[in-house]
Structures are given as structure tokens and as C-alpha cells.
């Protein structure tokens, strides 16, 4: 694992591996007030508390980096045991509706709709509890209302950036020149040695994207050509 930068060390932090789509859920929390956020929360969601109360934190808010149903499945049954609000991008509110249908397609069964998002989760927002900054970077393209989370030496990029690759844009709502965007216009301006921990597969560092995923060494070539 790459060594985490000091400020990142002092937060309460801990990833699982969740449901079959194998998403990264995170548990990012304050050790001064044990208050924490959920990120993705894509299933399993007694895996998930167990997981905050081993980090000595309670989940006081709910984020879903994009509203795809492998990151919002557990949203409602968290939700019931911890009454912490809902954040969702505007933009994916329809994707969100159309979880039971998606979860037909994909699983072959039904399932209830997330329930509607508490708050609005906005570009330039501040995600704050006591020891904890996570500022909301709109990053469209794997969907409309996709959004990244970054603090200072870190970043969730939800399905946005991986590891050698990006999100895939061929499901509704995706647009692959405007992930691409997003990524270059977003993304790439943080430090180098900012760990990305994607929302599947594993972390890396937007210094080594930089070098060596294709896809941006492609996208910053074409826009060099133009």
C-alpha cells in the first residue's frame, strides 16, 4: 500500500470489498469527534457497520459517488440503523429512480430505489465533520452527476479514475469525452502524490495516472495535436 501522507493518517480510514460487483466501500471518519462518512456504499451493510464500529466511529452521513446500484444498494439499510442523512449529485437523481430496473437487468431481481437524497451534494462543497475536509469535485462522464471527494494527499474517485484505466461510458448517461474531462480538468491538476482510491480495484496515485494510463496519455496528446 502506498504510505499515507500525515494529515491523511489521523483520519479514522478503512476500505471493503462489497456485493458482487466487487465495489470499494470507505469508511472515513474523525478520531478527535468518531463521527464518519460512508462513501459508496454499494451492499452488504451489516459488513459495512461492523467495519465502522471496528474503527470506533459512527456514520453521521451516507455519500454516494455516483447513483449506479453496486454503490447505493446498502444506502436505505444504512440509513435505517444510523439516521444519517443522504448525499447524492443532483444530475443522477433519475439513476437512482431506476435502481429497481437496473437490479433486474443486472441480478435478476428487483429491489427497492434508494431512498431520495437528504441533501444535495454540489460541486465546491464542503463534506466537514470535526478533523474531517472532503471537498466535492463534479466529475461527469461514467454518469451525469458523478462526483469525486478530495482532501488534501487524497482522493475517492469513485468510478471516475482507476488504476491503468477509467470509467466505463457506455451505459446511460455516460459520455466519454466528458470523463475525459473531467479527468484532465479535474483531476490531474492535484499532486502528484495523491493516493486515488478508486471505487473498484485498487488505489493509486494521480502521478503515476499521469505517466502511464492510456487513456490520459491519449487525451493529452490529442488536445497537444490540436
Do not use: K
Not at 59 to 64: E, F, Q, W
Not at 155 to 182: A, E, H, K, V, W
Not at 184 to 209: C, F, K, N, S
Amino acid at each position: 500500500m502506498t504510505p499515507m501522507p500525515d494529515n491523511v493518517v489521523q483520519l479514522a480510514l478503512r476500505g471493503v470489498v462489497v456485493g458482487l460487483f466487487r465495489t470499494n466501500c470507505y469508511v472515513v471518519g474523525s478520531r478527535r469527534s468518531g463521527e464518519a462518512i460512508c462513501i459508496d456504499p454499494g451492499d452488504e451493510p451489516e459488513t459495512i457497520l461492523a467495519l465502522a464500529r471496528d474503527l470506533g466511529v459512527r456514520i453521521t452521513r451516507i455519500v454516494a459517488s455516483h447513483a449506479h446500484l453496486d454503490h447505493v444498494l446498502a444506502v436505505a439499510a444504512l440509513q435505517q440503523a444510523t439516521g444519517a442523512p443522504f448525499l447524492l449529485h443532483p444530475a443522477d437523481e433519475a439513476i437512482a429512480r431506476a435502481v429497481p430496473e437496473a437490479a433486474l437487468q443486472w441480478l435478476g431481481r428487483r429491489v427497492p430505489a434508494p431512498p431520495a437524497p437528504t441533501f444535495a451534494l454540489n460541486d465546491g462543497d464542503d463534506l466537514e465533520i470535526a478533523g474531517v475536509h472532503l471537498r466535492v469535485l463534479h466529475t461527469p462522464g461514467h454518469t451525469p452527476g458523478s462526483v469525486s471527494l478530495y482532501t488534501p494527499g487524497l482522493l475517492f474517485s469513485g468510478d471516475t479514475l482507476f488504476r491503468g484505466s477509467i470509467g466505463r461510458t457506455d451505459l446511460p448517461g455516460g459520455n466519454p469525452r466528458q470523463i475525459l474531462r473531467s479527468i484532465v480538468d479535474r483531476l490531474l491538476p492535484l499532486p502528484d502524490e495523491t493516493i486515488v482510491l478508486p471505487g473498484h480495484m485498487q488505489e493509486t496515485t494521480i502521478g503515476a495516472e499521469r505517466a502511464t494510463n492510456p487513456f490520459i496519455l491519449d487525451e493529452l496528446q490529442r488536445r497537444a495535436a490540436r
